[in-house]
């Protein structure tokens, strides 16, 4: 879950990159703003994938293991 939310703020800050460097002198070509656009898009579509991820495993592997066979003797 943490990872997911590490993302969150990562792709946000991603978010108009080449706007928010601009007033620090930092100028980005089309090529690089478009190399940014499409990371944060993907990230952002990513992100609910994580967490969906983090509940299924959540809930998953207590049941798992409970089921799993035990090898203490």
Excluded at 5 to 34: C, H, N, S
Aim: glycine share 8%; hydrophobic share 55%.
């Amino acid at each position: 879950m943490l990872i997911g939310l590490l993302f969150i703020v990562v792709y946000k800050m991603t978010d108009g990159l080449a706007r928010k460097l601009e007033p620090f002198g930092i100028t980005l070509g089309q090529d690089q703003i478009d190399l940014a656009y499409v990371i944060e898009e993907v990230g952002e579509l990513g992100i609910p994938l994580m967490f969906a991820v983090a509940i299924y495993l959540t809930y998953r592997l207590p049941r798992l293991a409970a089921a799993a066979p035990s090898t203490a003797p």
